[in-house]
C-alpha cells in the first residue's frame, strides 16, 4: 500500500492500492476526496476563449468552447439509433504478462445521485469499468487527480491545466485544456499500456442552438503533433456554433487512431470499439469519409478517437499527454433582451491569433514546456508564501472567472464580460435561461473586482478604454451597461452613480500601475468630462461634494438623498480626479475636484455616521420604497475599500471607518442561516455563514418595503468588505469572512471553482485578489516608481499586473531586511516602504532584473508618519 501525499498530511485506505504521489514540481493547495469531490470541476480554457471543466473524479464536464456559456452541457450523442448516448471519456488498457487485457475508464466512480433515472443510471459512460476512488489536488490552474485501484498493474495520475503567464493575456488567452496522464508499473513485469481519449465532433450545436451537419474527422501529423482534427462542411460558417476543435498528442511510441466509429444497430456500435480496443490496446479506422453518401457523415457526430500506446519497464513511469484545442470565431454581440441571442458578429480575439484548432495546437506544442513552467512558477510563488491559505485559495479560485465565458475579447481585442454565465439548466426560481447575466461589462458590478489589474494590467487598462473611449457621452454620463459591436456602447442610455465614480477610482489606479501617461493623456477628456458629471447631472445638483439626487446603483434601485455608499464612491473619484488632473497640470481642475473633496468628506463624517456606522438619509417627502434608510449596509464603504487598493489613502474620517467595520461585523454577520429569514435569492443555507446585505438593528427602523437584496449574502460584497477589515487592521474579522465563502465552496455543497450571484462564476467575486493585497500591504506606482508592503516578517507575493515576484522580510535588530525578487521582467524603484517603519530612497533608480534576488536594509524610523528618506543604497 502506498501513502498519497495531500494537504492535509498522510492517509492510508484499507483495501485500495493508492496511486502515486503528486507531482511536486506542482504546487498544491487544496485537496478533496470523497463525498467532497461532487460539485468540483475547474475549468480549463484561457481569457475570452471559452472553457471545459475537469470533473473532481476525472470527467470532463461543462463544454463551454464555443461562443456561450453553457454550465452543465455534455455533448453526448446517441451515435445510432436505438441505443444511449455516448460522451466524451478517457479510458486506458493495460496488460501485465500473461494476464488477461482489461480497459478502465480514467474516472472515479459514479455519484449516487446518478444511480437511477427513467433508463436507470442517467451518468454518461456509466456502464465502462473505472476506478473505485479519485482524489483531486489543486491550485488554480493546476490540477491533479490520483485514480485509486484494486488490482491494476499501473499507478495512474493525471495533471490539467491551461497556461497562465502574469502580465501577458495573450499567453494566458490559449484556447486549450493539456490533459498529461502520469503512468507508473508498481509491478515487477513489463505492462503494456494504452491510453485512449474521445472527443465527439460536435460542431454545430452549444447546448442551446443549433444541429452538426457534414461533420468530419482528418487524422494529421506535424512534427510531433499528431492526431484528429475536426471540421463540419455542412454546417454554415457564419453559424455561432461553426469552427474547428482537435484532439492531439505530443508523446508515445504507437499512435492509433479512428476518424469514426462502425455504424451499427443498438449497442453494437459501442461493443465493436470496445472489443478492437480491448484485443491489443490499438484503434482500426471507420472513415466516414467512406460514406456512400457523398460529403454527409455516417455518423452525425463521429467521434474523434486517439490511442497512445507504450510498454513500461517495472518501475518505470512514462507520460502520455493530449491537447484539446478548439477554434469558434463568430461570437455573436450580447443584446439586452434574449441574453445569448444577439445577431451581430464581434469575433473572438483569440481566434485571430491562430488559423484554427490544428494551429491552436501546433503553436502552443511548441510553447508548451516554456508555457508550463511560467504558469507552474506563477503559481508556487503564491502558494508558497506566507499568506493566509483562505486568502490564496479564494484569490486563485476566483481568478477562473477571468478565463471563463463570464469574460470574452472581440476581435479587435478589447474585454466585455456579463455579471455571471449560464447553465443550460436555469433556474427553478427564475423566468429564464440564459448562457450570460446582466449583459454590457455592467459598472457597478465590475467595479468591485480586483484581479484583473494586479494580474493583468494591460487588459485592465482596455477595460478602461472601453468605458471612456466608447461609453461615455459628449455630456459626459457614462453608460453603464455597453452595447455590442463596440460603435453601439452608448445605445445603452443610462448611467450608474456608483459604477461611474468607481470607473474613475479604476482608470487612476490602471494608470499608476502602468505609469501610462499618454493612454492617461488620450483619455483625460473623457475622463473630466465623466467627472464633471457628477454636478452637471442627477447626482450632486447643489455641487457640494454629496450626491442627494437620484442615483442608480448596483442595488437595481435609485438611492434617493445622501448615503454612505455613493459617498465614499463620489469621494474617492474626487480625490483620484485631482490627482490625475494635477499630473496632467490641468491645475484648475484639480482644485475644484479637492475643494469638492474637502467640503462633501467633512458633511458625510458629520452628519451620515450616527456612532457605530453610516446611514441614508432619506430626504422628507421623499419615497422609502426600495431604499437603504438606516440600515447598516454590507458594503457602505466599498469607496474606501477600492480607495486603499488604489494607494488613495482615506477618503472617509479613519476612526469612523473602522468602527463601521466592527458593526457590519456584529450585525450583519450571520453563523446559522437555519434561523434566518430571507426573503430573496438563498446563496447562504443550513449552518453556513456569512455577512448579510443589510441588518437593521435600531430598533423600527426597518423599512417596509427595503432595497429588494437586502436579506441575500453575496461573496462579492462579503470579499470586498472582508478585504476592507484586513486593511484596517481587524484581520481576525476578515479572514472569517473569507473562510466562512470559502466554507460553502467547500466541493460537496457547491464547486469551489464556481461562486455565483446573477448568474455563475460572478465578476465581483474577483474582489477575492484583494485579500491578498489587503494582508500584504502592497501598493506600486509605476509613475513614482515607488512600493509599499507591511513591515511584517515572512515571504510574502506581490504582483502589479505587468511584473511578479516574492519579497521577504526579516528583522534584523532594530531595522529589517528585505529581499525583492522580480520573476518575470525589470522593474525600476525610486523608493520603498515598509509600512509604519521606514523607507529606503533609490536615489539614481534601482533596476530589479528578472530572477536577480537584490537585498537591502531598511532602517526603523522614529518618525512613523513621515517616514523621511534614509540614505541612498548603492
Known amino acids: 500500500m502506498k501513502k498519497i501525499i495531500a494537504l492535509l498530511g498522510t492517509c492510508l485506505c484499507a483495501g485500495l492500492t493508492m496511486a502515486q504521489p503528486w507531482n511536486k514540481a506542482w504546487p498544491i493547495l487544496k485537496t478533496y476526496e470523497g463525498k467532497y469531490l461532487t460539485e468540483v470541476a475547474m475549468p ?53 504478462g500473461e494476464d488477461e487485457a482489461r480497459v478502465k475508464v480514467l474516472e472515479g466512480p459514479i455519484d449516487i445521485k446518478d444511480y437511477y433515472g427513467d433508463w436507470g443510471s442517467d451518468a ?17 490552474p493546476l490540477a491533479q487527480i490520483n485514480f485509486d485501484h484494486q488490482d491494476v498493474p499501473l499507478d495512474v495520475r493525471l495533471e490539467a491545466f491551461n497556461p497562465i503567464v502574469i502580465g501577458d493575456a495573450d499567453k494566458s488567452g490559449i484556447p486549450i485544456a493539456v490533459l498529461r496522464y502520469v503512468l507508473t508499473n508498481n509491478t515487477n513485469e513489463p505492462v503494456e499500456a494504452s491510453v485512449v481519449g474521445m472527443v465527439p465532433n460536435y460542431i454545430g450545436v452549444d447546448g442551446w442552438t443549433g444541429a452538426p451537419n457534414g461533420n ?24 455561432i456554433n461553426w469552427g474547428t476543435m482537435a484532439l492531439t498528442t505530443i508523446s508515445g511510441e504507437e499512435i492509433s487512431h ?36 457523398k460529403n454527409r457523415a455516417s455518423l452525425q457526430t463521429p467521434p474523434a478517437t486517439l490511442a497512445v500506446k507504450q510498454v513500461l519497464q517495472p518501475g518505470e513511469s512514462k507520460n502520455v499527454t493530449y491537447l484539446l484545442t478548439w477554434h469558434f470565431p463568430n461570437r455573436r454581440a450580447w443584446n439586452n433582451i434574449s441574453h445569448h441571442r444577439g445577431t451581430a458578429i464581434v469575433g473572438n480575439y483569440y481566434t485571430t491569433q491562430y488559423e ?16 508550463e513552467k511560467e504558469t507552474v512558477n506563477f503559481v508556487s510563488q503564491l502558494v508558497n508564501s506566507d499568506l493566509p491559505d483562505v486568502l490564496k485559495e479564494a484569490g486563485l479560485s476566483n481568478l477562473n472567472n477571468l478565463r471563463s465565458q463570464t469574460v470574452f475579447r472581440t476581435a479587435d481585442g478589447l474585454p466585455f464580460g456579463w455579471e455571471g454565465t449560464g447553465s443550460i439548466k436555469g433556474t427553478k426560481i427564475g423566468a429564464d435561461r440564459a448562457s450570460g447575466w446582466g449583459h454590457g461589462t455592467c459598472t457597478h458590478v465590475w467595479n468591485y473586482e480586483s484581479t484583473v489589474p494586479f494580474l493583468f494590467g494591460d487588459l485592465s487598462m482596455k477595460f478602461r478604454e472601453v468605458e471612456f473611449m466608447h461609453a461615455t457621452h459628449e455630456n459626459g454620463a457614462q453608460s453603464h451597461r455597453v452595447h455590442l459591436p463596440v460603435s453601439n456602447a452608448k445605445d445603452f442610455k443610462n448611467w450608474a452613480a456608483d459604477g461611474q465614480m468607481g470607473t474613475l477610482i479604476k482608470v487612476y489606479r490602471d494608470w499608476q500601475l502602468s505609469g501610462d501617461d499618454a493612454k492617461l493623456k488620450t483619455m483625460w477628456p473623457h475622463i473630466k468630462k465623466a467627472m464633471s458629471f457628477a454636478w452637471t447631472g442627477i447626482w450632486d445638483t447643489d455641487k457640494d461634494g454629496v450626491m442627494e439626487g437620484s442615483q442608480h446603483n448596483t442595488m437595481d434601485i435609485n438611492y434617493v438623498g445622501p448615503n454612505p455608499q455613493m459617498a465614499g464612491w463620489y469621494l474617492g473619484a474626487l480625490k483620484a480626479s485631482a490627482k490625475m488632473a494635477s499630473h496632467l497640470g490641468d491645475k484648475a481642475f484639480s482644485k475644484e475636484c479637492n475643494q469638492l473633496y474637502e467640503k462633501g468628506r467633512k458633511w458625510v463624517d458629520a452628519n451620515l455616521f450616527n456612532g457605530e456606522y453610516y446611514e441614508h438619509h ?16 454590507v458594503d457602505q464603504l466599498v469607496g474606501q475599500y477600492l480607495s486603499h487598493t488604489t494607494d488613495l489613502g482615506y477618503v472617509l474620517e479613519q476612526g469612523h471607518v473602522q468602527t463601521t467595520l466592527k458593526s457590519i461585523m456584529k450585525y450583519n454577520y450571520l ?90 462564476r460572478y465578476a465581483r467575486a474577483m474582489a477575492a485578489w484583494a485579500g491578498i493585497l489587503a494582508y500584504t500591504g502592497f501598493q506600486y506606482s509605476a509613475v513614482d516608481r515607488a512600493m509599499n508592503f507591511n513591515a511584517k516578517d515572512g515571504v510574502f507575493f506581490w504582483s502589479n499586473g505587468y ?46 532584473e528578472k530572477g536577480e534576488k537584490v537585498a537591502f536594509e531598511v532602517e526603523a524610523n522614529d518618525n512613523k508618519a513621515g517616514l523621511p528618506s534614509h540614505p541612498t543604497l548603492k
Open 44 to 96: 480549463l480554457g484561457g481569457i475570452g476563449t471559452g472553457t471545459v471543466s475537469i470533473g473532481g473524479k476525472g470527467d470532463l464536464r461543462d463544454w463551454e468552447i464555443m461562443n456561450r456559456g453553457a454550465i452543465g452541457y455534455l455533448p453526448a450523442f446517441k451515435l445510432v439509433p436505438p441505443t444511449i448516448a455516448n460522451g466524451p471519456f478517457f479510458a486506458i488498457y493495460f496488460k501485465k
Open 124 to 140: 454518461v459512460n456509466s456502464g465502462f469499468p473505472r476506478f473505485e476512488s479519485a482524489t483531486f489536488a489543486a491550485a488554480y
Open 216 to 239: 468530419f474527422n482528418e487524422y494529421r501529423e506535424s512534427g510531433n503533433v499528431k492526431g484528429l482534427f475536426m471540421y463540419s462542411e455542412g454546417v454554415d460558417k457564419k453559424d
Open 258 to 293: 479512428r476518424t469514426s466509429w462502425a455504424k451499427l444497430g443498438w449497442n453494437w456500435t459501442f461493443r465493436e470499439f470496445w472489443d478492437d480496443f480491448m484485443a491489443d490496446g490499438l484503434l482500426t479506422d471507420h472513415p466516414d469519409k467512406n460514406s456512400n453518401e
Open 356 to 371: 484554427d484548432a490544428w494551429d491552436v495546437a501546433e503553436k502552443t506544442a511548441a510553447d508548451l514546456g516554456s508555457l
Open 618 to 633: 432619506i430626504p422628507g417627502g421623499a419615497s422609502k420604497v426600495a431604499q437603504l434608510g438606516k440600515g447598516c449596509l
Open 671 to 760: 453563523d446559522n442561516f437555519n434561523e434566518h429569514f430571507n426573503t430573496f435569492r438563498s446563496f447562504g443555507l443550513g449552518n453556513e455563514a456569512g455577512l448579510i446585505m443589510a441588518s437593521y438593528p435600531k430598533e423600527g427602523t426597518l423599512l417596509d418595503f427595503p432595497f429588494p437584496y437586502y436579506t441575500e449574502i453575496m461573496t462579492g460584497f462579503e470579499y470586498s468588505t472582508a478585504a476592507h477589515m484586513i486593511y484596517e487592521g481587524q484581520l481576525e474579522s476578515g479572514l472569517k469572512v473569507f473562510s466562512a465563502i470559502r466554507d460553502r465552496y467547500d466541493g460537496y455543497k457547491r464547486n469551489p471553482f464556481n461562486e455565483g450571484e446573477f448568474g455563475h
Open 803 to 848: 511584473q511578479y515576484g516574492t519579497l521577504e522580510v526579516r528583522s534584523a535588530g532594530e531595522d529589517k531586511t528585505v529581499t525583492l525578487v522580480c520573476e518575470n521582467g525589470e522593474m525600476t524603484l525610486s523608493s520603498f516602504v515598509l509600512n509604519g517603519f521606514g523607507k529606503v530612497r533609490f536615489r539614481k533608480g534601482k533596476v530589479f
